[in-house]
C-alpha cells in the first residue's frame, strides 16, 4: 500500500500520531512517505491538532482512494457545528 501524511498545522514540531502510524506502516511493509499532489495514493492521513483559530485546513488530497482525518482540531470543529 502507498500511504501519504499531512501534517495540517505544521508548525516546526513533530507531530507524535503521524509518527506513530507511519512507524506502523512501515512496519507491516507499506510505503509510506509525505503527501505530495503528483503522486497516488491508497489511503492519506490528515492530522489536526489546532482548530482554524491558529490552522488554516487544508484541502482534501483528490489523489487518495481513502481519507482518514484525525486529531483534535477536527473533533472540536465538529462539536462546534453542531452546536450552532
Known sequence: MKIGLIDVDGHNFPNL???KISAW???I???VEW????CE???VYMSKVFDDTYSNNVPEPF???EIVKGGT???ALDEVEEVK
Open 63 to 65: 489523489n487518495a482512494k
Open 73 to 75: 482540531g477536527y473533533c
Open 25 to 27: 506502516h512501515k512496519s
Open 17 to 19: 500520531a503521524l509518527m
Open 41 to 43: 495514493y491508497d489511503k
Open 29 to 31: 511493509g507499506d510505503d
Open 35 to 38: 503527501w505530495n499532489g503528483f
